[in-house]
């Protein structure tokens, strides 16, 4: 068992009964969290899209519309997967007093973490396989190399699962949720080539908007989904495991203190 001053988690699979726990009482509401997760993506990319669509017409060779599915996909899973390693998982550490009732288990707090994480994951790739399809069907998305965008979506929802992790370890209610989305996803989702590609923005600003694990994730989503090849893979795929496994790493360290004091 890992000790509170131990800096690195020990994974193992007993993370996966809470992983299956949380599916299990999310199923009871599937149909309202699936809605309101899909929802507001649909509204971005039908209404952002045929509305600059027409004053756009193209952005990087391609109509605008396959431009933003791309980027709507892969932000979709980044808000899917934070709400829930916030919200929710804030909910059963802290109010519901779910995971101190795991520690009776023979589960530790690296198990849990991870669960969290890996269920967080889960819920962004219900999301951004949700837009994907739509985005098919209205046809945004060209070839059969769109199907490498699903093992992706499961990278980018452990990135953000893990980040949103660190912020739900530190926080000391929910009211603390709301810098986190106004000063660190709000921009990220404006500055990562979600709606305007980077080469728009100021030199300084687009070197740090490549700093960013969303604008990194897009660069490898939108070549899959609009039939080019990606460039820089590993580069890429090396800045979104590195903040997912950095963060993930804190944030067991985090709670590891957190909930024995």
């Known amino acids: 068992m890992a000790r509170p001053e131990q800096l690195l988690p020990v994974p193992s699979l007993r993370f996966i009964p809470v992983w299956r726990r949380n599916l299990r009482v999310w199923r009871k509401l599937m149909v309202p969290s699936v809605l309101g997760n899909f929802g507001e ?14 004053l756009v017409g193209e952005v990087e060779s391609m109509p ?3 431009f933003l599915a791309s980027g709507i996909v892969c932000s979709s ?3 899917t997967s934070s709400f829930e390693a916030l919200y929710s998982a804030f909910t059963r550490m802290h109010e519901q007093q779910t995971w101190t009732n795991m520690l009776n288990a ?4 690296d198990d849990i973490v991870l669960g969290e994480i890996a269920f967080a994951a889960t819920k962004g790739v219900f999301s951004g396989v949700a837009i994907l399809v739509v985005a098919s069907i209205a046809g945004f998305v060209t070839g059969p190399a769109a199907l490498w965008v699903l093992p992706m979506m499961l990278l980018i929802g452990f990135c953000f699962g893990s980040l949103a992790m660190v912020v739900t370890a530190i926080a000391p209610g929910y009211d603390f949720f709301l810098y986190y989305f106004t000063l660190i996803l709000t921009p990220m989702l404006l500055l990562s080539g979600v709606f305007f590609p980077l080469s728009e923005l100021p030199a300084v ?35 979104v495991i590195a903040y997912g496994v950095a963060a993930w790493v804190f944030a067991t360290y985090r709670l590891r203190r957190r909930l024995a004091s």
């Open 41 to 54: 993506p649909l509204l971005y990319l039908f209404v952002f899209g045929y509305g600059f669509g027409r």
């Open 64 to 66: 605008y519309m396959d």
């Open 77 to 79: 899973i980044m808000l």
């Open 106 to 109: 023979p589960l530790n707090v």
């Open 205 to 239: 600003v687009a070197g740090i908007a490549h700093l960013l694990p969303l604008a990194n994730a897009v660069a490898i989503v939108r070549p899959l989904m609009t039939g080019t090849v990606p460039t820089d893979v590993f580069l890429h795929l090396s800045v």
